[in-house]
Nanobody, 121 residues
Framework: QVQLVESGGGLVQAGGSLRLSCLDSGRTFSTSALGWFRQAPGKEREFVAS????????VYKDSVKDRFTISRDVAKNTIYLQMNNLKPEDTAVYYCHDIARWPSGVSFGAWGQGTQVSVSP
C-alpha cells in the first residue's frame, strides 16, 4: 500500500518555479529519511534530493544544487521540493520515497503515482 502521495507538478516555462509536496498519509515515515526521485521519458529513475531525520541533513544531485531545496514539515507529515530556475532537462515524473540507506538507497516499498513536471524552453 502506497503511503506517500505526491502533488504540485505542472507545466512551466524555463526559469520558472514549482513546489512539489509529498504527504505521508499514514504517518509511517515521520522518523525516516525521505527523498525525491525523478524519471524522464526513456530514462532510468534517478535520485534528486534527500533529507534525513532528525538532523535534516540534505543531499542533492549535482545538477539541481543551488536550484532545488528539499524540506520537511513534521506537523503536516509532508516533505517539499522547491524547484527554482527550472530547465527543460528537469522535465520528468517526480516521486518521493523513504530512504533505507542514506542518502539515496530506497526501501522495497511501492512507488506512488508521482507528479508530472514539464518545463518548456
Amino acid at each position: 500500500q502506497v503511503q506517500l502521495v505526491e502533488s504540485g507538478g505542472g507545466l512551466v516555462q524555463a526559469g520558472g518555479s514549482l513546489r512539489l509536496s509529498c504527504l505521508d498519509s499514514g504517518r509511517t515515515f515521520s522518523t525516516s529519511a525521505l527523498g525525491w526521485f525523478r524519471q524522464a521519458p526513456g530514462k532510468e529513475r534517478e535520485f534528486v534530493a534527500s533529507i534525513s531525520w532528525p538532523l535534516r541533513n540534505t543531499v542533492y544531485k549535482d545538477s539541481v544544487k543551488d536550484r532545488f531545496t528539499i524540506s520537511r514539515d513534521v506537523a503536516k507529515n509532508t516533505i517539499y521540493l522547491q524547484m527554482n530556475n527550472l530547465k527543460p532537462e528537469d522535465t520528468a515524473v517526480y516521486y518521493c520515497h523513504d530512504i533505507a540507506r542514506w542518502p539515496s538507497g530506497v526501501s522495497f516499498g511501492a512507488w506512488g503515482q508521482g507528479t508530472q513536471v514539464s518545463v518548456s524552453p
